[in-house]
Structure formats: structure tokens, C-alpha cells
């Protein structure tokens, strides 16, 4: 048995992101304003975003250097440990290298946090008092919570009711770290009490609690909004991720032939890869670069690439991407930061030019890998996490049906303390995979919207 | 803003414990055999531990060396960060240095891993095939769990009914690391079915998991018992963690003036202080270990220093503890790792010899301490570890009072990520506090084994 953790210090913490937006074959498509029917401007977007997050989002500087106090708040977790699997390794009697990224230490306990303590400085920066913003399960309303308090903002989240009600713990995180948090529909906008004047039942959803987030923002002074993925500054927040792994590779004496992480609205992925997809762009590596979708929610392998919403009610400018239509609704797996209809712009971008690749995995398959990993390594995946074991252990697998040497990094995006429900779901055997509704996705497809 | 951590290198990582015994002012009153009214000998516990725990529990050598398999598997996740609470400090307006270890990071989320994993090793070289224990809220269960996994053990837990029930997150998050947990009363031992035959729906206890553990060990070929507190060795074990800090304090160029953590059962207080309290015994520092328990269950500070069972049925040997009596049961506070009647022999020796000194607070105040400290240090902690955080800010409140310069050192024994139902019933202001119940006390010390 043997471990190895790679660990820098905080002075290792990179001083700037990588943006990938400077190297991209061709630029992005823009975002499309559907309701006027026209390109997006700058001004779409000054209602819910401070103008540096704007500026970040559509800048092609290659990079941006990170404030000084988001470095300092990042130093509560990061740098992240980098892990050599070598008792995975071992388990699988593979040939193959495995590294993990492990963003499980952060207090939120996921990825979410890197981005999330970005937008709060900018937005404080700005004058901004309250960030509002919606949130499924709770990663990202329990990252952002934790860094509005940092920075001293008032948060306000809109939570889908059925996960406040089934996931209460989340959201008494929230709540510890000072956020104010509504079961969504709620009756603190217009579109809640809409909503719940025509079904005083309803669960809600993540559109409606988008709806809610920017309402909340429009009818508050000094509000903002803050999204937790898809958006090309959420994506270059992540590349920390990635930036401290190829230095802890380098002390490792290693670089990756494939590098995995799983995909909900793509900045863990971002985060991840873009490092390391930027070597390939300067011809400097063939590697591989492996998103991980759920077949319940597969965008990048079964769906189009077209303009659609952000969100499920039309409400967000259009954006250029691989989407299952907005209006699609994937099965109930537990990884719930998986289960979004369409993938990051700048993700999207790469997959077209073949610059990565998508896998999709069924939710079983993911959680017999979750045990795997645990009972080698020791650390708990989320479920969304143990989407990138799954691939990476197909990976080594591979390698050694090939007697090939590849060296694996994948990250793993955060700890399963809060899933222990879903566990007990797999190990008491009645789990269930979802298929891949093709009649839904084609259903959804039509209702994208109308772009001249 | 500033945060400050103090990391290590796996290469720091001690290589040896450090056992208190060898310094006491006077040696420990051996365990008792009440049953049998005489002193109890190593026989006595040698159907239930291997000899080589029974070695560390009755040695007193100053250092024992940590195997190299116990420190590869500690490598997981230690180093443990020390940090500068310096974001604290400012809240609290103190000139009081405070730093916090934290062995939250740990893959079971708090420091019982420490013992753990070390309590596999010896069993498994000892040739033993199955570990066999209690656990109440699940936090000693499943750093067991995790550990006999590593170590190709098999693991079974009794965990008291009414936990196993209320706290199924921590039931399944054994079962990912592959132990077999039984909600005790179980009828996997004849103690269990003779419980149930008495009353169905019994809730279970503590006392009565632990006699099913011991039976499970006593009916099964190689199988050994494991313990996650009170005794020597497990507070042994624990010393990594005031030796690590020691290191990380000497890089910081810092010594400090008191050391505080939680105490339950000890081994947390134990790990802490100990190497601490050595520099003291040695006549090298004044300084002032305090161990904090609930007012509810406060052995130390309202207890008697007598000989009493370690577990709520009289089943164990009898140790010479602070006390309130086996049968004592403490209110329903949230921080259930601290609801235990007794006081680890080796720190109630060091209370009798004021060489440590306990503090006993209330659970809201302890509440109101674990959100401060999670809104400017960002970490949510664990119901006992906010203990710890409550005395520690007592202290900085004390030293800013009378202006003086006071470098606190607490150990943050783990994260708070399994305890947010506790958060959520402080946060929604239905808390209570619960009174120190004199005439219970009383009542149960009558119960304390007659001993010649």
C-alpha cells in the first residue's frame, strides 16, 4: 500500500487564470439576445453582472491576473492536494499512471468555491451589498454563501423546493454561513407567487429559481447575480484547478497523457483541462482531454450544437452550445450537478474542433467505480466526481489490455459527505440507470429557440 | 483579510508517538477486574485486544515508533494544515494569536482516523480477520470502517438503534468502506436478542452496543475488539496531532501560552495536549491545557476521581477515572461524541495533578462560537470541535480584556459536515441548553463498582 500527495505552498497558488478564449481555433459564436433578435451586447448583461465579470467574459487576454484577495481566501483550502492512486493502481493491476486532483478540501466541500470567491470580490469591488442565485442540490449556493460572507455581501439563494425539503442539509449550510435562502417557488417574487398561484404544490425547478434569482436582482438596489457554471469567466475562474496540477505534475516528473473530468455545465471540466487543452493548442502534446456526461443527461454526445437558453424558461440570453433543448428534462440521478441540458460555450468550442472528447456513463456503473475508489483510496467521492473515476478506471483498464503505459489525471471535483444517501441507494441495491430518452431530447429540440 | 496555513511535508510526518506515562508525576492506578475484585492483569484483555495493544496500553516507553504501513496510510490525509485564525482575531478585536489544527481534513472528516488506522495495523499483523466495535453517531465506526478496509479487515459495528435510524449518513458511509453495521439491539448476539425479547422497540444505548461488540469478538475465531477513546494507547495514537502542531508552531515561531481541545472520552484532548503538557512536566513552559466539555456531561469539572466501568453496563474492567457515574445519561446535546460518563485514566491523572484543566460550556454558547468561527475562518466545524472554538474565544476575549498577548493553540477535531441538522436546530433558534442535573449525578454514583 502506498500513498503520495503532492503539496505546494500557498506562495504556489497561481497569480493569474488562463483564458482560454485567447487561443481558441476561431472565436466564440456570441451570445444571442432571442427576445430582440439580435447579438447580445455588453448592456445585456449590465443589469445582473458588475462590468469586470463582463469584461472577464468576453475578454480574449490569455491571462488575468488573479486579485491579491481572492489568493488570500483561496489559501483557507488551496493549493489542493495533488494524489498519486497507487493502491488504485495496484487494485487494478494496471500499467497505467493515475493522479487525482482532490477539490474535496475546500469548505464548501467542492470545486464551486474557486469561482464563487472571484464573483464575490468583483461584485464587492463594484459596490455591489447582495448577490442573489439559484441552486439545485446546494454546491453552488453553499460555495457562494460561504464566500459573500467572506467578502460581506448579502446572499440570497433560491433553492429548488423539492432539495430544500429533501436536501435540507445544504441548506443549513447556507444558512450557517449567513445566506438567506427560499424554497423556490417562493412567494418573494412575482414569478414565485405566479407560479404558486397556479400549483401551491409545486416542487419547483431550476428554471423558476433562475427566474427568482434575476426578479431579485431587478427589483433590489445594489443586487447582482452569480452563476456557478457554463459561463466563460466561471470556466477561467476553475483553471486553478488545472494550473496547480501541471505544477504538481512537474514536480512529480510527469505530464498526462489523458486528463478526465465529468461535465454538468462545464467549468469543472474547464477548470481541469483548459491548462492542459492549451498545450495542445500550441502543439505541444497530443493528450487527450475527457469530459464525463451521464447517459441520463448526455449534451456533448447525443446532443446539437445550437443557440439555446441557459435556463429552462427562456429567460437568459441564447447561448452557442451542445444542448439537449432547455426544456429537456433528464431522469432522477443523484448526481445533480450533472443534470443540465446544455455545456459551457467554450466547452462546446473544443468538442466541435475535436480538442475534447466527450464519454457519457451510466449511474451504477459510476458508483460501483465510487466504491472502487473508495475502499482503495480512501476518500468518498460525490457522485458527480465518481463520474470521472468511472472513465478514469475505463482508462487504466484499457492500458492494460494494451500493455500501454498512460499516465491519468483526473479531478475529483468533491467529497461525498452529502451524498450518503445516494450510496445507501447503490449499496442497498436499488439503484436504477436511466436510458437515454431519444423521443424527450428530439421533443426538446424543437422548442430551441428561433435565431435569424 | 488573511488566512495563514502551515503545511508540512509527508516527510514530516512523526515517527514516533508519544506516551505520556513515561513522564507522570506517578504511575497510573491499574485497571480492576471488579468481577473478580482484583487488580486486572494483561490476560484479562487479551480476549479482546492483541498483544501489542495491550504492550502500548501498559507500556511506559516515552516513544513509540508509528509502523511505516500506519504512517503510508496516514499520508491520506496528514499532514494535517495548521492555520492562523487571524481573520478571527480581527472579528474578535484580540491581541491574542490563535491558531487552529485541523483534522477535519481526514477521510472520515474528524481525528479518530488517527487511532484507527493504527488499531488495524496491529490486528492485522497480529493475524486477526474481523474487528468488531460500538459506535454511537457513527464517528469512530467509520474511521474503523476505513482503516480495517486499507488494511484488509473485516469490520462490524454495532451502532446504537436510535442513531442508526435518526443518522443514516454516517451507517452508509460505513457501508462504502464495507463494514457490516448492525443497529444494536441487533439479533447477531445473544445479548441484543435478550434486550429485544425484553422490549421490542428498544432504542438502544452505548453500554449495549459495546457488550454486542465484545460477544461478536468472544463468538468469532479472529476476532479482536477496538476501542476509539479512553484508553492509553488510543490516546497515544492521537499524539500525532500536538506533535505535528508542535513542528508547524516552531515554523511560525511560535509557542503556545494555552492549548484547548474538546474532551469526550480524552483521546482528543489527549493527542492535543500531551505533547504540550511534556514540555511542562520537564519544567520547560507554564502553559495551560484546558479541556472543554458540555455543562451537560461535565465529568472533569463535577465529577469524583474513582474507579468505574468504562461502558454503561459493567461489563469492562473497572479504570480510575473522573466520572459521573456508569449509569449516568446525559441530556440530548448535539455533540454526541462528548456525551460520555468518564474521563480517559491518563487525563484524569493530569486533571488530579492540575497538570490540565477542564472547562465546561453550554451548547448554545458553543453554537454561537461554531458560526462566528464559520463566517471568518470559512470552516464549519463539528458540535464537539465548537467546543473547543467556544473556550478558545473565551480566552481572546479574556486576553483582550486584560490587554494581554495570549498565543492560543485548539485543535478543530473535525468538519461539520454530518451535523447540519444540529446547525439548522440552533440556527431556527430551537436549541436548548441542558441544566447539570445534580440529583442524577448523584444517583448514578451510588452504581460505581465496589471495589476493596
Known amino acids: 500500500m502506498s500513498f503520495k500527495k503532492i503539496v505546494l505552498d500557498e506562495k504556489d497558488i497561481p497569480k493569474q487564470w488562463y483564458n482560454i478564449q485567447a487561443d481558441l481555433p476561431e472565436p466564440l459564436d456570441p ?13 445585456d448583461f449590465k443589469a445582473i453582472f458588475c462590468d469586470k465579470i463582463i469584461k472577464q467574459e468576453m475578454s480574449a487576454e490569455r491571462w488575468i491576473d488573479i486579485p491579491e484577495p481572492v489568493r488570500e481566501v483561496y489559501k483557507i483550502w488551496r493549493p489542493s492536494p495533488l494524489v498519486r492512486a497507487a493502491n488504485l493502481e495496484k487494485f487494478l ?8 486532483k482532490y477539490e474535496g478540501v475546500s469548505p464548501s466541500g467542492s470545486h464551486k468555491s474557486n469561482s464563487a470567491v472571484a464573483q464575490a470580490f468583483y461584485n464587492k469591488e463594484a459596490g455591489v451589498k447582495r448577490i442573489a442565485t439559484e441552486t439545485g442540490a446546494g454546491q453552488w449556493g453553499s460555495a457562494l454563501s460561504m464566500a459573500c460572507e467572506m467578502f460581506g455581501l448579502e446572499c440570497v439563494v433560491y433553492m429548488v423546493k423539492i432539495s430544500f425539503e429533501q436536501k435540507p442539509y445544504r441548506k443549513s449550510l447556507m444558512q450557517a454561513y449567513g445566506a438567506q435562502v427560499f424554497a423556490s417557488p417562493s412567494t418573494q417574487t412575482e414569478t414565485g407567487k405566479k407560479v404558486l398561484s397556479q400549483d401551491p404544490n409545486s416542487e419547483g425547478s431550476l428554471g423558476i429559481a ?25 470556466a477561467m475562474h476553475q483553471t486553478i484547478i488545472g494550473l496547480e496540477a501541471k505544477k504538481q505534475l512537474e514536480i512529480a516528473g510527469d505530464y498526462p497523457d489523458i486528463v478526465i473530468a465529468c461535465l454538468g455545465g462545464g467549468s469543472n471540466f ?3 483541462a483548459f491548462p492542459f487543452i492549451m498545450d495542445k493548442l500550441q502543439g505541444k502534446t497530443n493528450l487527450r482531454a475527457i469530459a464525463v456526461e451521464p447517459s441520463a443527461c448526455p449534451k456533448l454526445s447525443k446532443g446539437v450544437l445550437a443557440y439555446d437558453f441557459g435556463d ?21 440521478i443523484h448526481a445533480g450537478g450533472l443534470r443540465y441540458h446544455g455545456a ?18 451510466k449511474q451504477r456503473e459510476v458508483f460501483e467505480a465510487a466504491i472502487t475508489f473508495t475502499r482503495t483510496e480512501g476518500v468518498l467521492p460525490a457522485p458527480e466526481s465518481a463520474h470521472a473515476i468511472r472513465a478514469a478506471i475505463n482508462e487504466a483498464l484499457k492500458a492494460k489490455e494494451e500493455g500501454k503505459t498512460k499516465t491519468i489525471l483526473f479531478n475529483l471535483s468533491g467529497h461525498g459527505h452529502f451524498d450518503l444517501s445516494a450510496y445507501d441507494n447503490y449499496l442497498s441495491g436499488k439503484m436504477v440507470d436511466y436510458e437515454y430518452p431519444e423521443e424527450k431530447v428530439c421533443e426538446a429540440l424543437t422548442h430551441l429557440p428561433k435565431i435569424k
Chains 1, 2 share one sequence.
Open 31 to 43: 451570445p444571442y439576445n432571442a427576445r430582440e433578435n439580435r447579438p447580445a451586447s455588453p448592456d
Open 312 to 332: 429552462s424558461s427562456g429567460f437568459t440570453p441564447a447561448l452557442k452550445m451542445y444542448t439537449l433543448g432547455h426544456t429537456f428534462m433528464p431522469g432522477g
Open 210 to 234: 433562475i427566474s427568482e434569482a434575476i426578479e431579485d436582482v431587478i427589483t433590489h438596489k445594489g443586487a447582482k447575480y452569480s452563476l456557478g457554471s457554463v459561463l466563460n469567466h466561471v
Open 344 to 361: 459551457s460555450p467554450l466547452v462546446s468550442a473544443l468538442v466541435k474542433h475535436k480538442l475534447a472528447e466527450p464519454v457519457a456513463v
Open 93 to 100: 493491476d494496471t500499467p497505467a499512471k493515475i493522479y487525482f
Open 270 to 272: 474547464a477548470g481541469t
